[in-house]
């Protein structure tokens, strides 16, 4: 079961107990993965369902819901503002890997990228590639690109997240330091771009119920921030729900 090639589809392509294939995903599962009629694969929703399906021609037939544990026991959101260049790209496929929930880009006062709408395609479809070859059943919503003082005021209205934001310098307590002593019913990261955030955006964001953590003391890349960060998240949250 855990060496099935798991599919992503649609809550449209399910008939009953027939799943109807795009003919991209025809062509992928036939030609590329080169199944023949009667073998299985493993069809998620993306949304934390999945089935147990056999091939037919066209169509796909669900033989039983199956049930993966590689979820983490909480929604972890990653705010990231963008950083130069094609990095964006490893951290979606790298975060999802690591459990992320959500994605959102965001463009900060020293963000030097503006990302196209086939640029918010691509990550979308690295999410969910990266999904279904780390054997996840979530695959990570990526929210379109807003301003950093947007998504202040969009995040503003829930009060019920530990919200979080990295900074490289200063006296801010370790992000493991925090998880061990914290309860958070969810989690959003802030990581900020090259050159980190500005004064203005770090008062902003504390305002906004942001709490300043540090990774360590040394200064990492804009891409390495955020593997570090969730990293240390997925280990705390796996380590917490085994000692149940």
Partial sequence: MAQLQRLVITASQIDRQ???????????????????????????????QGWLA??????????????AHSELSISVTLVLALPKGNGFDDVVRQATELGVTCIAPV?????????????????????????EQCERQIVPEIL??????????????????????????GNSPHL??????????SITLAIGTEGGWTDAEIEGAIAAGYQPISLGRRILRAVTAPIVA????????ERMKNEE
């Fill in 176 to 185: 493991l330091n925090y998880l061990n002593k914290s309860v958070c019913p």
């Fill in 54 to 67: 056999a091939l037919e021609s066209d169509r796909a037939q669900i033989l039983e819901p199956i049930h």
């Fill in 18 to 48: 027939q799943i109807v294939l795009t003919a991209e995903q025809q062509h992928y599962l036939s030609r590329v993965l080169r199944l023949r009629s009667g073998d299985q694969f493993i069809a998620m929703n993306g949304q934390g």
């Fill in 144 to 169: 379109d690109p807003v301003s950093w003082n947007d998504c202040l005021q969009i995040e503003s209205s829930d009060s019920d997240i530990c919200r979080l934001i990295c900074l490289a310098r």
């Fill in 107 to 131: 463009i900060s006062d020293r963000t030097l990228l503006n990302p196209s709408a086939n640029k918010l395609e691509r990550w979308r479809r690295i999410a969910q590639e990266a999904a």
């Fill in 230 to 237: 969730l990293s240390l998240v997925a280990g705390v949250l």
